[in-house]
């Protein structure tokens, strides 16, 4: 059983409104009489005139946009729509149908321009009342149609919402378990190491716990974040492998959404480092004015067939993230050229 819809206060609010309208047309004959005459009993008749003229058409439209409108009408019952109508408009003008008989019965005399009269008195109500149903119907349907794209809007700003908190989930996992592995490495190289490592990792994800549930952060976290993150990164690589790091900030507050690059230097060092071969990664992040420029250019060394670890998934989820969050407000560039593997990312985090 459908329960009935709360009464709010934008309720109450829509419907003084309305009465107000109509409180309005109903004034302006008596008001231009009482300016005109200065006479009360003359403005009285001119109200008692129109409220007789317009309350059957008030009814109409009340009722309407209440109840035949929103259970009748947009619910396609629309035979029941044109019934109910029907009733309403001669149940109120009862009064003008009873008065033709009248007229007919007492004065025969006039039985022509009686049916002369009645069909054009019934016509105008008629017209009156069609034309108070389609107003209702029209109001209420352009505020059905404002109330269906805010609730598309506001499940549409939920959806991202949700979906960025999983694509962030993503990242955090992922690069939980590619750090754990460097440090489980560095333990049978160097103890020491391992355990600077360790409290390194820990730093780095107290960050990523506790300082990126926002929307937004300042960009100094991330910057140091991830220089925090290369560093530990550079633990697998050996001398063969040339590692650049460089950061210009100009605005340590601007704000960024929380981990954004670090998929990119993540595949970087995956997919750019070769235990046996020369390998070279070029990081920078440079602010100019409001505008972000984000580059990783690295050796490319795809993984065989065997190895689906980084299979792309860091990519994916790092232009899901700036499609959602940073719609028409960034561009991408990638490319592979002389087996170095380049990334572009422009933002404009501000706009």
């Known amino acids: 059983m459908q329960t009935m819809k709360k009464i709010t206060k934008k309720d109450w609010l829509l419907f003084l409104a309305q009465a107000g309208v109509w409180v309005l047309m109903m004034l302006v004959l008596p008001l ?19 409220w007789q003229q317009l309350r059957a058409p008030l009814v109409v ?16 019952r629309y035979w029941l729509f ?18 033709y008989f009248m007229i007919r019965e007492h004065v025969p005399a006039m039985h022509g321009r009686a049916w002369v009269g009645f069909f054009s008195g019934a016509f105008m109500f008629l017209l009156l009342n069609i034309i108070m149903v389609a107003v209702a119907i029209g109001i209420r349907h352009f505020m059905r149609i404002r109330q269906i794209r805010q609730q598309l809007k506001d499940e549409k700003a939920k959806n991202t919402e949700a979906e960025l908190a999983w694509l962030k989930n993503q990242i955090n996992p992922h690069f939980l378990f590619n750090t754990l592995n460097n440090i489980s490495s560095l333990t049978q190289i160097d103890a020491d190491a391992a355990q600077d490592a360790i409290a390194q990792l820990s730093d780095l994800l107290r960050y990523a716990m506790y300082e990126t549930n926002k929307k937004t952060v300042p960009i100094q976290g991330e910057v140091e974040f991830m220089r925090n993150y290369i560093e530990l990164m550079k633990l697998r690589c050996n001398n063969m492998t040339t590692v650049n790091a460089q950061f210009i900030m100009h605005n340590a507050q601007l704000e960024i959404a929380p981990l954004l690059f670090i998929s990119l230097i ?22 100019d004015d409001d505008q972000l420029v984000f580059c990783c250019d690295n050796t490319n060394y795809p993984k065989d067939d065997a190895d689906r670890s980084g299979s792309g998934i860091g990519l994916e989820n790092t232009r899901r993230r700036l499609e959602l969050m940073y719609h028409d407000h960034y561009q991408w560039e990638q490319s592979l050229d002389d087996n170095i593997y380049h990334i572009k990312i422009t933002l404009n985090p501000t706009q």
């Open 266 to 287: 993540e595949n970087a060092f995956k997919h750019g480092v070769s235990s046996n071969r020369p390998s070279t990664i070029d990081i920078s992040l440079r602010q």
């Open 82 to 99: 044109v019934i109910c109508n029907l009733l309403l408009i001669v149940g109120m003008n009862y009064g003008f149908i009873y008065g």
């Open 61 to 76: 439209y009340f009722a309407n946009f209440y109840l035949f409108g929103p259970y009748l009408f947009f619910r396609r």
């Open 32 to 50: 231009a009489t009482f300016i005109s005459t200065r006479n009360w009993e003359t403005t009285s008749t001119s109200l008692l005139m129109v």
